[in-house]
């Protein structure tokens, strides 16, 4: 078992066990980093053997790979398992699976372009946060967060698709923040569902490949990092059912 708890940066806290659901990409590898770095166990999922592992390694600190295709229910099922077995029950869940599409207007959004956001920023998260509830809703500090756009805050006709698929994300997270409510029974739950909003991300390998671009308004992957690793440390209460900006 990786002991990530080794490094001791867990202050006030217990080390928890964290997923970071589409853990392939520049976000994915900041937030676990930062996670395993303060002290956490950390597991990351990607469809993809290669780019997870390869991921995990850039991570550091004992980032423990899975490879899983979250759209999957029943393979999701199996990564609970997995996880468990490797690094104990999970306390909390990242979700960072959502990809973009777009197109002129509204009369030439497509079905691929649907179905491919339904599928990555929809059916992942569904399917995450049904598996995974009741461990967050047991958990003495369950946390599950997603990642949604300030695109929503008033939504254009050429990505209606896109906010579409994000509105239905976000409100499944409302939900689950009731769910966790619900849950509380007599002494009150401390799991919270939490969106962080971002108008778009940027990272190092972004800025060196696009160096004529200047990025306004996006929330650096490092950033984003850091409000995940201080959701584990923030009351609840200020948590559960939030939507909290990281953009201007
Ligand atoms: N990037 C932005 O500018 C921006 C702006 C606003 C909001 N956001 C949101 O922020 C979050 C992170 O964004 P991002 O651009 O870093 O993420 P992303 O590229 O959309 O997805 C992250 C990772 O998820 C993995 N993934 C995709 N489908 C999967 C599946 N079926 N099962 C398992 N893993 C899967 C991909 O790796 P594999 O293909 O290797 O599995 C990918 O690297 C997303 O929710 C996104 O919507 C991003």
Redesign the pocket.
Known sequence: MTSAGAAGAVQGAQPLTVLV????????TAVARALAAAGHRVAT????QA??KEAAQKAGHGVRPFT????ALDDVRQLRDDVAGALGTVDGVI??????RGAKGIADQSDDDWDFLE???VT?LRNVSRVFFDDIAASAAGRFA????T?LDKPAAAVASYVAA?AAAEAWTMAMADGFRRASGDGGSTAAATILV????VDDELRRTYPERTFPG?TD?ADLAAAVVRLFGTPSGELNGARLRLAD
């Open positions: 659901a589409g853990g392939s990409g520049a976000s994915g999922a990607g469809s993809d780019r997870i899983c295709d979250l759209a979700h960072l699976v959502g990809g973009w599928r990555g920023a992942t997603m990642v949604s756009s695109a994000k971002v108008k778009a991300l996006a992957v």
